[in-house]
């Protein structure tokens, strides 16, 4: 039994309007043995009467649940991140389903430091590209083409019954491959100096000229998908950063065009 691993992985819940909602989030969780709920800017009060008479005997992870002001600090500490969404994309990186990526979330070994994250965007619009690239791997959960949006708490409750159920079969994270992100089992950098690195990477990429300013943003988009792809390391993002470091050294000193 791995149980344990489901101590390091945060609910993140981006901009939930509704208590009701947050409320049964935080049963499911306690159901699912997981713990660690936080709300991005919510829209509604979380403490509210409704909020707890949803969670019921969850109200222990409704009262310890952390409220921040953006993704970024909600995912700060992080290696990995999954985000949930219910549309298709333009993009490329590629959709998974839950049970064949949610197993990554888990730890490999037993470490304190570890942390991983679970996104799910707001009831009326889900989160927008800008909210996803902030994760790894995206997920879709299959529904009917007539009505495939699933409520915010319903979707919570599939991924942690997928989660609980990968954490309590033995050798179940070994059983998926990992499609669109490096399989690898150690430490990758964490996520808030992968998002460092990636704007010190767009500075010096339109200092040098690679990029514009009108095509930056998708360009740049394309590159963390390279990168989260690649998972870095501390080590392997520290010789990236290097190289940065070096670029715009070169950059600053070289002779201004005739």
């Known amino acids: 039994m791995g149980l344990w691993q489901l101590d390091q992985i945060r609910i993140v819940l981006v901009e939930p309007a509704g208590p ?21 800017n919510p829209q509604c009060d979380p403490t509210a009467a409704a909020a707890q008479h949803m969670a019921v005997h ?10 921040v002001a ?14 949930t ?12 389903l839950p049970e064949a990526a949610l197993p990554w979330l888990l730890p490999p070994t037993p470490a ?29 959960i299959p529904a009917s083409d007539g009505y495939p949006s ?14 609980h159920r990968a954490a309590a079969a033995e050798g179940v994270a070994a059983a998926f491959p990992a499609v669109g992100v490096a399989a690898t089992a150690g430490r990758l950098a964490p996520l808030e100096q992968m998002e460092g690195f990636y704007q010190d990477l767009e500075i010096v990429l339109l200092k040098i000229g690679y990029l514009y300013p ?27 950063r290097g190289i940065l470091r070096q670029m715009s050294w070169a950059a600053h000193r070289a002779p201004p065009e005739d």
């Open 85 to 96: 969404t219910g549309r298709l994309h333009r993009q490329e990186q590629p959709l998974e």
């Open 20 to 40: 009701l909602n947050v409320g049964a989030a935080a049963r499911v969780m306690k159901n699912m043995g997981l713990h660690q709920l936080v709300l991005v």
């Open 214 to 240: 009108h095509t930056a943003a998708s360009r740049m988009a394309k590159l963390r998908r390279l990168l989260h792809r690649a998972g870095p390391d501390r080590q392997e993002l520290a010789m990236l």
């Open 70 to 83: 953006s993704l970024p600090e909600a995912i700060a500490g992080c290696e990995r991140a999954i985000a």
């Open 112 to 140: 304190e430091s570890f942390a991983a994250a679970l996104i799910f965007g707001p009831e009326d619009r889900g989160l927008s590209n800008d909210e996803l690239i902030y994760a790894q791997r995206w997920v879709r």
């Open 150 to 163: 699933l409520n915010l708490a319903q979707a919570v409750a599939v991924c942690a019954y997928l989660l």
């Open 58 to 67: 969850g109200g222990d992870v409704l009262a310890a649940a952390r409220t």
